[in-house]
């Protein structure tokens, strides 16, 4: 599938409703609190969810609300993701930056893997208890004498920030029980913790779902709980997109999510909860073998690895002592290699939406400028939508099978599907959402106000009891140009605008 750069107008009347309180409710249901699941998928392209992949997902995206045009926040990798779901802000505020994040008070010569606890509580320490820079759904659940459970099957950073301050409840993973003195009682009623499979992960599905069915879902369970399935994420990035192995990972996560509604439906439960279904990121084929750092070392931009005078963390560029003309160096070499894509920097001014380097887009344009912790480059590979050998659209440029982290639509652009007792049935909302407005609509759905701080809104076009006309939806389009010897490199850049809401779509660049 190709993605096209289109305008959208969508309903000329009311502006978006950015209610606090939840709207009364009429009939026997009036005021009734529901509870609400969190359900993610790690890795999940929306083209995944067919009848024959994903017969339970697809039967329930069928009779629910789905969000077409939901997006993942850039950069398009977990960490980021479920920091920014579980705060419904943006990294701009969270500060968690990437998978990989760089703190020199902690370790001045590289970055830090945040797929791992251990590192986050570091960061955490290191931070004078300021890992996120920002409020979280469980410390505003706990704020209000509610709880909230993590399961996850995925990795302990991960797990964690989903809830990082273990807020009212507790997080429930294969290698990380918190709070500690819960471990041995949930061993001894969920069972061991299955050993580690790298290609095949279906043991430790089953085991959190059913950790989820046996706390998650009890009568005296928590208002919110949320489970992560670290899958098709894991057998993708092995084996690739479409693979038999990823396949086979899609029908076994689909089938523990067919044990969760199976077991609602037991429980007297499927018309007293909200389920919220998304994932992190989407995916897309890499076809690359190209490395920042020895391009720039090669170009005596960057001291041998390691060192502290340029440091790269993932995608994003750290240059000591922020050196303008050094900064502006590598800017200028990366734009000319044809593998790099689009490039971010910071911008001159508050609300400049190009970065001060001439071809750049700013970080203020992608919700990135944390003022303490950003880089001061962020590259990304250049996209294609070619198809792969089992006929999945959208390649670029990166080492490795697939992965994501990139700014291409099949990394951005990720399903959301919702369904309940407060949500629409049998409907597909084409205005625009991100992981940011997950907690925001939680959190209405809880009867509870919105901090103001969260970037994030709530959802109001998928709820059954709003009666507002749907929003003005806007397509911004942002260029920026520059030469690259003989060549013009051209940077485009598509927001959806949605009240005071600007999710970014996708980036494309071109060489002539």
């Excluded at 037991?266 to 073998?289: A, R, V």
């Excluded at 750092?293 to 995608?315: M, R």
């Excluded at 806007?474 to 999710?503: C, F, N, P, W």
């Amino acid at each position: 599938m190709k993605f096209k750069i289109t305008v959208m107008l969508i309903a000329m009347a009311l502006p978006v409703c950015y209610a606090q309180k939840a709207h009364p409710k009429k009939g026997n249901d009036a005021g009734k609190i529901h509870k609400t699941l969190i359900v993610f998928f790690d890795g999940l392209r929306p083209d995944y969810i067919t009848a024959q992949n994903m017969p339970n997902l697809f039967a329930f995206k069928q009779q629910g609300a789905y969000g077409n045009q939901h997006h993942s926040v850039f950069p398009t990798v977990t960490r980021v993701n479920s920091s920014a779901y579980s705060t419904g802000s943006y990294p701009a505020k969270t500060g968690l930056m990437g998978n990989t994040v760089y703190f020199p008070q902690v370790d001045s010569l590289k970055g830090m893997d945040t797929g791992d606890a251990i590192n986050l509580q570091k960061i955490d320490k290191a931070t004078g208890g300021h890992l996120l820079t920002t409020i979280s759904l469980g410390e505003v659940l706990q704020a209000a004498g509610k709880k909230m459970m993590v399961f996850s099957s995925g990795s302990t950073g991960q797990a964690l920030l989903q809830n990082h301050t273990v807020s009212g409840g507790g997080i429930v993973n294969p290698d990380m029980i918190l709070p500690e003195n819960i471990k041995q009682h949930i061993i001894a009623e969920v069972g061991p913790i299955p050993a580690s499979n790298k290609l095949d992960n279906a043991a430790k599905h089953q085991w959190i779902t059913d950790a989820l069915i046996r706390y998650g879902l009890a009568a005296d369970g928590p208002d919110v709980s949320a489970i992560w399935l670290s899958d098709p994420d894991g057998a993708a990035h092995s084996t690739g997109i479409g693979s038999a192995v990823t396949m086979a990972s899609i029908k076994t996560v689909d089938a523990q999510f067919g044990r969760m509604i199976q077991a609602i439906r037991e429980k007297g439960l499927i018309n007293q909860i909200n389920i919220l279904i998304s994932t992190d990121h989407g995916f897309i084929t890499h076809t690359g073998n190209h490395d920042v750092a020895s391009l720039l070392i090669s170009n005596n931009l960057k001291a041998a690895t390691p060192g502290t005078d340029v440091v790269i963390s993932e995608n994003a560029i750290y240059v000591k002592n922020h050196n303008v003309d050094k900064i502006k160096q590598i800017v200028n070499l990366l734009q000319a290699q044809p593998w790099v894509g689009a490039i971010f920097t910071k911008g001159a001014n508050a609300g400049d939406l190009k970065g001060v380097v001439a071809g750049t887009l700013s970080f203020e344009a992608i919700h990135w400028n944390h003022p303490q912790r950003a880089a001061d480059i962020v590259v990304s590979p250049n996209w294609n939508d070619n198809k792969n050998n089992f006929g999945y659209a959208g390649m670029d440029d990166s080492k490795g099978v697939a992965g994501h982290g990139g700014t291409s639509p099949y990394e951005i652009h990720i399903p959301f599907i919702v369904s309940g007792p407060d949500f629409k049935k049998n409907y597909v909302s084409e205005i625009p959402t991100s992981n940011t407005d997950i907690t925001p609509t939680v959190l209405y759905l809880q009867h509870l106000k919105v901090p103001q701080q969260m970037d994030g809104r709530v959802a109001n076009e998928m709820l059954i009891n709003n009666k507002a006309a749907l929003p003005v939806v806007k397509v911004q389009y942002i260029e920026a140009t520059t030469r690259t010897g003989k060549d013009l490199y051209k940077l485009h850049m598509q927001r959806s605008i949605v009240g005071k809401q600007q999710y970014f779509d996708f980036t494309k660049v071109t060489r002539q």
